[in-house]
């Protein structure tokens, strides 16, 4: 019965920002949704996109699931409410999921922002590779001590700077050792 009827796609998020599903619909009041797969709840936002770009954004109020019933297939009708037209991609229910140290969102702007982050790991692997590649006793308590005061200035660029140069000097006879750590310790001067 579906068949010959012109359908559009529509988006279907959920309360939680989430895009839950994209299908084809039957635009009216009720909305007529064809596909019996979807989850679809009150409060969820249903949303076309137009010719123009814009989006007509539809708040669900009722979608109630229909079995088939002689040649009209299974479907749901959802009773709705216009929410207006919304450019593409805003306003309404999204949700973004940021993780990491250096994440960020923008959203027709611009990034302007400066994030320093402190990956305090390399210290300790630096002072690991020093207690088990540095043979000389008296070397070893200074570079350790030295990685410690690197450690406590990793906040202030330019007492790092002097903390890392006296840690690179005292280290030149234990390169091998803690080659594998100069990136590290050098990103923490910044840029």
């Known amino acids: 019965m579906f068949k010959n009827v012109p359908k559009s796609e529509i988006t279907i998020i959920g309360k939680d920002g989430d895009v839950r599903h994209t299908t084809k619909a ?93 990956d305090h790991s390399v210290f300790g692997n630096v002072r690991t590779a020093i207690e088990s590649g540095v043979s000389n006793e008296a070397d070893r308590t200074a570079l350790l001590a030295l990685v410690s005061t690197m450690e406590a200035a990793s906040g202030d660029r330019n007492s790092y700077l002097k903390a890392y140069q006296n840690f690179i000097a005292a280290a030149a006879n234990h390169v091998t050792v803690i080659a594998p750590f100069l990136a590290g310790l050098a990103a923490l001067l910044g840029g």
């Not at 949704?33 to 954004?57: C, H, K, M, N, W």
């Not at 309404?92 to 140290?101: A, D, E, K, L, R």
């Open 26 to 118: 039957i635009m009216g009041d009720p909305i007529v949704i064809p596909d019996q797969s979807v989850s679809i709840f009150a409060g969820d936002e249903i949303r076309r996109l137009i010719p123009s770009g814009a989006e007509e954004t539809f708040e669900v109020l009722d979608p109630i699931f229909y079995q088939s019933h002689g040649r009209i297939p299974a479907h749901y009708q959802v009773k709705i409410r216009r929410k207006g037209m919304l450019p593409q991609g805003t306003g309404g229910n999204y949700t973004i999921h940021v993780t990491g140290s250096n994440s960020r969102v923008n959203v027709n702007s611009s990034d302007n922002s400066h994030n320093v982050v402190v």
